[in-house]
């Protein structure tokens, strides 16, 4: 009897060719050849600067409105980034607002940090329904806002984004904005939310196909968490790998046509996979960005062992993030294995499923 | 007025070539040059195993007693790997017991992890007296023995070592052994610590002088707290670097004639700046291992501004060291600054020290 699979870890390491994944959240395209060519000549060795390397910080700076070097730490991805921001926000008791469905780690870097999750609904087209986060967000210690989202592939609209800018800085409660997938967008530029509480989180490992390098940073006006950041920073991992930022240096400056170029191919991708399940007859959101679909099924974590064991795909079980009526699959894979996946989804919907 | 120097982070950046710095405790020494040839035609860039890549684990599992790869983390440096082991371990009001002096970092990674730092004090002769010991770990939830020492430079004796082993296994103690020193040693092998409840702290940077490219790593028999500091670092920091880890596994297969030969070096700074402190009058512990000498000094953040302000030197404050007393320099730069240095240090005692 096969092992039966509990968490996204279970597939770690498990690639065969014949096995079509649409598990891990990471692109399948390479970085940008600049990436690369600064390593042959790399003779560096020492520790790097604790806040992030100064032409790096400077690259970013230009990025961001009336932004400096000083507002940016560089972090081992957004992960450590997150991670850094909750533990020095940390309050005894203190309540942190998360949507659901949430990206994974979430409710975990929240209890790792020593607070509590909370949780509001997204409304039936995946998005934030103020009148819902104004309520739930009261006498929390700050907010985890993921626009666009993983798992959901939503796009906030951009008039809640300001209303909760609003709301958060009366209230006086930090705002944490996870935009990795800001480059990643097929309906409009990304809204940079702003505001003295607000910590930006994001990350190379999206835009620039850098997973595996892990670099990420955050980026807040408020020097008073990036100082408490650094500090800790000092401790707990000191400087972020100092050949991986060189490299996000030059990926930075890969010109724009290599995002655009990346957005288009995700594009082709996103309508495959939608309209395929689509005419499959699923419920799904159509993603606005990120590269995910969040289809709605039946015991979905019956789905992802089925899937697996009887037809060699790898897919999410949605309870992972907080949506136990979902499945999520990650469309970071070419068009010809989308297409593959989709055939043999066809014959378990004609199938397996049918019993269920 | 010259800026007050609180922290070792006042001299980040602070470098340019008239400035000796026997501050930040890092090799001069590059790596082996095997380490940057993968370099060239590197070409990946997923995310890799959190638990670290297999064969850099194999690599480091020939290194230690009846290892298996699955025994060790890569981490990003020795400090994550101290900041996930803390807070895998971590219980409500858990004191963690340190040796004073002790490396600047330890007081805050136990804050962090949401534990107490307890302390006891090393004797005279920067070594751990056993009874002592024995009465201060008396409920405590983990010790951190760190032989070769930051900023001692002492290492601890193997029947110590042994007793410790002992008495610990007895109380169900976990023993957190921070050995990222133990190819830096000028007396004898390293002693492994050993035992079911036994983490060991361990680091590329010191043995292959890679510093700056954040590799370390934990091992442990204990497959509880490996498997739940995967579990946490998937959400906290995801792998590490997987250039950093390819680089790690070429500087592996360096022959052990590098590490000798860098040895035989750092014993030569060793005797020079020993010798010379020495005749300087001052009253110091020979160092053992690692690369400090931790001299007794009146007044020492007052010796740390002067050096620094009139004599273009850097050295650290004991007191971030738990040493009120003393003074850190370490000796990991060329002879030719060390002997300038004593040369400024003679001048200094002759002149404003005599003040004090």
């Known amino acids: 009897m096969p092992q039966k699979i509990s968490s996204p870890s279970f597939f770690i390491g498990k690639g065969d060719d014949s096995l079509i994944s649409f598990g891990s959240g990471q692109p399948d395209l390479p970085p940008p ?5 600064i390593l042959k000549h790399y003779k560096a060795f020492k520790y790097g600067l604790i806040q992030g390397e100064e032409n790096l910080r400077s690259s970013l700076a230009r990025e961001y409105p009336n932004a400096k070097p000083e507002h940016f730490v560089i972090t081992n991805g957004a992960s450590e980034a997150l991670d850094l921001v909750l533990r020095v926000l940390s309050r005894p008791g203190g309540r942190i607002l998360l949507p659901r469905p949430y990206y994974y780690s ?7 940090a020593g607070m509590r999750p909370a949780y ?51 209230l006086g409660v930090y705002v944490i904005s996870d935009e990795v997938y800001k480059d990643l967008i097929y309906v409009r530029k990304n809204y940079l939310i702003q505001g003295e509480k607000v910590v930006t989180v994001n990350s190379f490992s999206k835009t620039y196909a850098m997973c595996g390098f892990r670099v990420g940073y955050l980026y807040s006006k408020n020097i008073e968490v990036i100082e408490k950041v650094i500090e800790m920073k000092t401790h707990t991992s000191m400087n972020t790998s100092i050949v991986g930022q060189a490299m996000a240096l030059e990926a930075m400056k890969s010109p724009r046509s290599y995002i655009a170029h990346h957005v288009k191919i995700w594009e082709e991708r996103r309508d495959m996979i939608y309209g395929g399940m689509h005419d499959l007859g699923l419920e799904l959101w159509k993603p606005e960005g990120a590269f995910y679909v969040l289809p709605k099924l039946k015991n979905p974590n019956r789905v992802v062992n089925d899937l697996y064991y009887k037809y060699k795909m790898i897919a999410y079980d949605g309870t992972w993030f907080g949506a136990p009526d979902r499945v999520r699959f990650s469309y970071a894979l070419d068009i010809s294995k989308i297409k593959e996946g989709l055939r043999r989804l066809k014959t378990f919907f004609g199938g397996e499923y049918k019993k269920y």
């Open 33 to 37: 050849k600049g990436a690369y060519s």
């Open 106 to 112: 979430y409710p975990h870097n929240v209890l790792y």
């Open 120 to 170: 509001y609904d997204l409304d039936k087209n995946g998005k934030i329904d103020f009148e819902i986060f104004k309520k739930a967000v009261q006498g929390c210690r700050a907010v985890i806002i993921n626009s666009p989202s993983n798992p959901t592939g939503t796009v906030q609209e951009i008039a809640t984004l300001k209303k909760i800018e609003r709301l958060c800085g009366t």
